[in-house]
């Protein structure tokens, strides 16, 4: 009898032990990036029970020696998520701000924004802006801006992105040589963009993108028929199609390609079409990062081809970075580009074989990078096609064009002298050799000190620096005028009060200068405005 109650114990024993074997432990409490639950793959019996030996009378130590054999696990694929979040859980930022201002000049100033975030689902903005100008009691300014923009993931493939925007400008006119004799001017401009774009490699290769962009711009020179004689309304349609495709060759070389098809038309002129084809491949090579490619631009009446090379010298362990590179910059001399010259714009109707700019450049560099310091040196010689400056036409201005090349210097400077001050200086020379010389600015020039404690304040002084221009008037005298240069001395200062509420002040002109880039337009003299700027 007592035999079988030994034999009892010990089949009841074994089988136990079998059971613990096949049980499967949990894994948790584990704070790592990768999300995963541990499974064992074998398990056996393991002893917790420590074996603590007897103490020694003079030095008291305790050893815990655990009999744990190493477990095998299997690790699912981890799904890896910003910051650790856990997976149930989603990153969702949206915020307001609101920035309302008054001053001698603007009268009123208001922004208003809001964005939103919503991680792997969607991301937009909306903004607007609006500010009215007063100059001598007589001549007013008004500028109305609306934007939105968004990205939306249609899924982990792809994404849809959209861009919208308004932008209106109404501003009083005067001639040169009766300032009593006011007229005034509208500028409107709306657009959207529409685009389909990859959310990841196709095939861990391939990337592309696909926009479809219309632009309507439209200037009423004369939006109360004050002037009979003149032809006061220009509208310009713009359809164009980009088109992007990336080919990830390998970890560290890159084949890009991009095509853009644009319409364009300005009032009752004839249609006008452009290509631009740009392809080239990235290659890094140990410390070199090299492009090299082509760059075409075809319209109707004229075609540019241009290489596109590029290679920096920038060592891992090094602060200092070469650089040497040619590139092309293709504008439209349509409405767009030639009111953000000139505001004072006659007619934006060109011929052509004027319709095309183009800027072929070769540049090189060298810059220095700290914690503390950053400063760049570079020169450039570049090719101009269709460069446009203005003439004075008696109230107006009329575009002309040239051909030439120029030299231009740029520089740049910035040192943090502790962590609440930093210094920062900016200049720019081109020396200009055209076909048809006339004056232009060649001279900029930027210093500006910025003293901030974190985001609780910012006070930032500036001076600008801009030499002078020669206008050539044909009418009334058909002679050179020049212009005086600018000497701007201006400060702007914000503290917030809270962390959603804060107080900005800006004042400019402080010298109260009287600089007249366009004949008969002088700048405002000395403004000051400020208000409040909340974010919740």
């Known amino acids: 009898m007592r035999t079988m109650k030994y034999i009892f114990w010990i089949f009841f024993l074994c089988a136990f032990q079998m059971a613990a074997q096949d049980q499967i432990l949990p894994i948790s409490d584990v704070e790592v990036i990768k999300a995963f639950e541990a499974k064992l793959k074998e398990a056996k019996m393991l002893n917790v029970a420590p074996e603590i030996k007897d103490p020694k009378p003079d030095n008291t130590v305790y050893s815990y020696l655990l009999d744990i054999e190493p477990l095998k696990l299997n690790y699912p694929d981890p799904k890896i998520r910003p910051l650790a979040y856990s997976e149930n859980e989603e990153s969702h930022i949206h915020y307001n701000w609101i920035k309302l201002g008054f001053g001698t000049l603007k009268r009123p100033s208001a922004q208003l924004g809001h964005f939103n975030f919503l991680e792997d689902k969607y991301r937009w903005s909306v903004f607007a802006d609006y500010h009215d100008g007063i100059f001598k009691d007589s001549l007013f300014s008004r500028n109305i801006n609306l934007k939105a923009n968004g990205e939306y993931y249609i899924n982990e493939d792809l994404e849809l992105r959209t861009d919208v925007f308004y932008n209106n400008q109404y501003r009083s006119t005067f001639p040169f040589s009766d300032a009593q004799i006011i007229s005034d001017q509208v500028y409107s401009s709306t657009g959207l963009a529409l685009g389909l774009h990859s959310h990841k490699r196709f095939k861990d290769i391939f990337e592309f993108g696909l926009d479809l962009e219309f632009l309507n711009n439209a200037m009423d020179r004369d939006p109360y028929e004050v002037f009979p004689n003149i032809e006061p309304n220009f509208k310009e349609v713009r359809f164009a199609m980009p088109l992007y495709v990336y080919a990830h060759l390998s970890e560290s070389t890159l084949l890009s390609a991009r095509y853009k098809v644009e319409y364009f038309k300005i009032s009752d002129t004839n249609a006008f079409f452009s290509n631009q084809v740009m392809a080239k491949i990235h290659s890094q090579l140990n410390d070199f990062h090299i492009d090299a490619g082509v760059h075409l631009a075809v319209a109707s009446e004229e075609s540019k081809l241009f290489p596109i090379l590029s290679l920096q010298y920038r060592p891992q362990e090094s602060a200092v970075s070469i650089f040497i590179k040619s590139s092309m910059d293709v504008q439209i001399n349509g409405l767009a580009h030639l009111y953000s010259r000139n505001h004072f714009l006659?007619?934006?109707?060109?011929?052509?074989?004027?319709?095309?700019?183009?800027?072929?450049?070769?540049?090189?560099?060298?810059?220095?990078?700290?914690?503390?310091?950053?400063a760049s040196i570079s020169g450039g010689y570049h090719f101009y096609k269709n460069i446009s400056d203005f003439v004075f036409v008696g109230r107006y201005f009329d575009s002309r064009f040239t051909n030439g090349t120029g030299v231009g210097l740029i520089g740049s400077f910035e040192y943090a002298l502790n962590a609440n001050l930093l210094v920062k200086f900016e200049g720019e020379k081109i020396f200009y050799s055209l076909d048809n010389p006339f004056g232009l600015p060649d001279v900029d020039l930027t210093a500006s000190l910025i003293f901030k404690e974190g985001t609780k304040y910012r006070i930032v002084p500036k001076v600008n620096y801009r030499n002078a221009a020669e206008i050539l008037l044909l009418a009334p005298t058909n002679s050179d005028f020049d212009t005086n240069a600018l000497f701007d001395v201006s400060v702007y200062a914000d503290y917030y009060i809270t962390d959603h509420m804060g107080l900005y002040?800006?004042?400019?002109?402080?010298?109260?200068?009287?600089?007249?880039?366009?004949?008969?337009?002088?700048?405002?003299?000395?403004?000051?405005?400020?208000g409040i700027k909340v974010k919740f």
Do not use: H, I, M
């Open 346 to 374: 006659q007619s934006p109707v060109t011929d052509d074989d004027e319709r095309l700019y183009t800027d072929c450049s070769v540049d090189g560099g060298v810059s220095y990078s700290t914690s503390k310091l950053n």
């Open 505 to 530: 002040l800006e004042a400019n002109n402080l010298l109260n200068q009287r600089y007249t880039r366009w004949v008969g337009q002088p700048d405002f003299g000395t403004n000051v405005y400020g």
